[in-house]
């Protein structure tokens, strides 16, 4: 395998690159704010750069008006715009509205009131899987949908949902059948935010910033219709975007742990203490190593997934172990930045606390390392 980016990639890259070095990190401690929203005139002057670069709606299909780019270019995009912490890691839209990949798959009618109204800006969606008794584990979820005639009904709790206190509609992983969790008994509904018995119940304040709600569902009445392809399929579709939702993590992991080694690389050489750069000690040299080497080996394994995916490849085993090893690997990367710079790496001058937070974090969301391991080791027993 060829793992040089072609040359419209590298042309790509650059021009990002630039971007970013030029117009986000020299702000990037002031657009967003304590809650990770990003400030109204940032949002607007970084989506005017996007539309510049040529990146709006750039993960959107070229028939729905975006530039339909191929899962590698994205991984590109995903790893420089993580150089920076001038946006949201979580929710950010400066490319364009977030559309889930779902909603390509919704029938006609259905697509008039959500697809289209996401892709012009005027509504947005959040996806609620995750329950007070059911994360890691969705299989083992409460929440109920009960065919009512032509209706369900829901009924349940989804907690930590990115997104839902400005979201328009939910996209709903609710049980049909709970005997059978998650062998045939998840079915995804989309259902409105303002339906009757919808409810805001709290709203979370995380070390990342991010505030992700609890919504409890009482009984709320949803027609069939609002049913997203076969009852007992839920996971089926939910797997087909989780797949690329991993790369792009492994790819975001990536782009931080570079910046983070370029800051704790440039420090090194500055940073005299007791008559020497820290960059001349065997214990800073190898911390630098081991960073470099990861950093490429999870560039690699992230290449390699992304080109089996473009090839139409099952790539389900290549996107749990690159998830896993780039959110691992981008916090050791984050965490020793922030032992070579010292006190000055725990301060807001520097965004190395903000990437410490943020890596942390990743290592239990979508899918905790060991979750991932736990699937990972199912692959290995059988091959082996
Ligand atoms: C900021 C934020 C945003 C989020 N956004 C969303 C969202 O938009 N939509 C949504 O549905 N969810 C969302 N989540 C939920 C998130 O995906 C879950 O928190 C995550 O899946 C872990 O679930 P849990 O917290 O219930 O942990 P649990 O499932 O209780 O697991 C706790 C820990 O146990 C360990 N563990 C679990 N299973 C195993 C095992 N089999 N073997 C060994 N160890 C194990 C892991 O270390 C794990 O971290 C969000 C969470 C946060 C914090």
Same mark, same amino acid.
């Given at each position: 395998?060829?793992?040089?980016?072609?040359?419209?990639?590298?042309?790509?890259?650059?021009?990002?690159?630039?971007?970013?070095? #030029?117009?986000?990190?020299?702000?990037?401690?002031?657009?967003?704010?304590?809650?990770?929203?990003?400030?109204?005139?940032?949002?607007?002057?970084?989506?005017?750069?996007?539309?510049?670069?040529?990146?709006?709606?750039?993960?959107?299909?070229?028939?729905?008006?975006?530039?339909?780019?191929?899962?590698?270019?994205?991984?590109?995009?995903?790893?420089?715009?993580?150089?920076?912490?001038?946006?949201?890691?979580?929710?950010?839209?400066?490319?364009?509205?977030?559309?889930?990949?779902?909603?390509?798959?919704?029938?006609?009618?259905?697509?008039?009131?959500?697809?289209?109204?996401?892709?012009?800006?005027?509504?947005?969606?959040?996806?609620?899987?995750?329950?007070?008794?059911?994360?890691?584990?969705?299989?083992?979820?409460?929440?109920?949908?009960?065919?009512?005639?032509?209706?369900?009904?829901?009924?349940?709790?989804?907690?930590?949902?990115?997104?839902?206190?400005?979201?328009?509609?939910?996209?709903?992983?609710?049980?049909?059948?709970?005997?059978?969790?998650?062998?045939?008994?998840?079915?995804?509904?989309?259902?409105?935010?303002?339906?009757?018995?919808?409810?805001?119940?709290?709203?979370?304040?995380?070390?990342?910033?991010?505030?992700?709600?609890?919504?409890?569902?009482?009984?709320?009445?949803?027609?069939?219709?609002?049913?997203?392809?076969?009852?007992?399929?839920?996971?089926?579709?939910?797997?087909?975007?989780?797949?690329?939702?991993?790369?792009?993590?492994?790819?975001?992991?990536?782009?931080?742990?570079?910046?983070?080694?370029?800051?704790?690389?440039?420090?090194?050489?500055?940073?005299?203490?007791?008559?020497?750069?820290?960059?001349?000690?065997?214990?800073?040299?190898?911390?630098?190593?081991?960073?470099?080497?990861?950093?490429?080996?999870?560039?690699?394994?992230?290449?390699?997934?992304?080109?089996?995916?473009?090839?139409?490849?099952?790539?389900?085993?290549?996107?749990?172990?690159?998830?896993?090893?780039?959110?691992?690997?981008?916090?050791?990367?984050?965490?020793?930045?922030?032992?070579?710079?010292?006190?000055?790496?725990?301060?807001?001058?520097?965004?190395?606390?903000?990437?410490?937070?943020?890596?942390?974090?990743?290592?239990?969301?979508?899918?905790?390392?060991?979750?991932? #391991?736990?699937?990972?080791?199912?692959?290995?027993?059988?091959?082996?």
């Amino acid at each position: 395998m060829d793992f040089t980016l072609p040359e419209e990639l590298r042309m790509l890259r650059d021009n990002l690159r630039r971007y970013v070095e #030029k117009e986000m990190i020299p702000v990037e401690r002031d657009s967003v704010t304590d809650e990770e929203e990003l400030k109204p005139e940032y949002r607007e002057k970084f989506q005017k750069g996007m539309r510049d670069l040529g990146l709006w709606m750039y993960d959107v299909p070229e028939e729905h008006g975006g530039q339909g780019l191929g899962v590698m270019a994205r991984c590109v995009i995903w790893e420089e715009m993580a150089r920076t912490i001038a946006v949201p890691a979580r929710h950010s839209e400066i490319t364009g509205p977030s559309v889930r990949a779902i909603l390509y798959d919704l029938p006609e009618d259905m697509k008039q009131r959500y697809l289209y109204p996401v892709l012009r800006g005027e509504k947005h969606a959040c996806f609620g899987q995750t329950e007070p008794d059911a994360g890691s584990d969705p299989g083992g979820m409460r929440t109920t949908a009960v065919r009512d005639g032509d209706d369900y009904l829901i009924n349940g709790t989804k907690r930590f949902i990115t997104g839902a206190a400005s979201a328009d509609f939910i996209q709903l992983m609710a049980a049909t059948d709970r005997a059978k969790g998650s062998r045939g008994g998840i079915s995804c509904f989309i259902v409105d935010m303002d339906a009757p018995g919808v409810k805001i119940t709290a709203r979370f304040k995380t070390m990342m910033g991010d505030r992700p709600c609890e919504i409890h569902f009482d009984n709320v009445r949803v027609p069939a219709g609002q049913r997203v392809g076969a009852e007992g399929e839920g996971f089926k579709f939910g797997q087909k975007w989780l797949g690329i939702g991993r790369l792009h993590h492994a790819a975001r992991a990536i782009g931080v742990a570079e910046r983070c080694l370029g800051l704790a690389t440039n420090y090194s050489k500055q940073r005299v203490t007791f008559g020497q750069p820290l960059s001349q000690r065997q214990s800073i040299q190898w911390m630098l190593v081991d960073s470099f080497v990861e950093i490429k080996a999870a560039r690699l394994m992230l290449y390699e997934a992304a080109t089996k995916m473009e090839a139409g490849e099952d790539v389900r085993n290549d996107c749990y172990v690159v998830k896993m090893y780039a959110d691992e690997m981008s916090f050791q990367v984050v965490d020793r930045a922030m032992q070579i710079h010292g006190g000055i790496a725990l301060t807001t001058d520097l965004p190395i606390e903000r990437m410490w937070r943020q890596q942390r974090s990743y290592r239990i969301t979508e899918g905790a390392t060991e979750v991932m #391991k736990m699937v990972i080791a199912r692959h290995v027993l059988k091959s082996y």
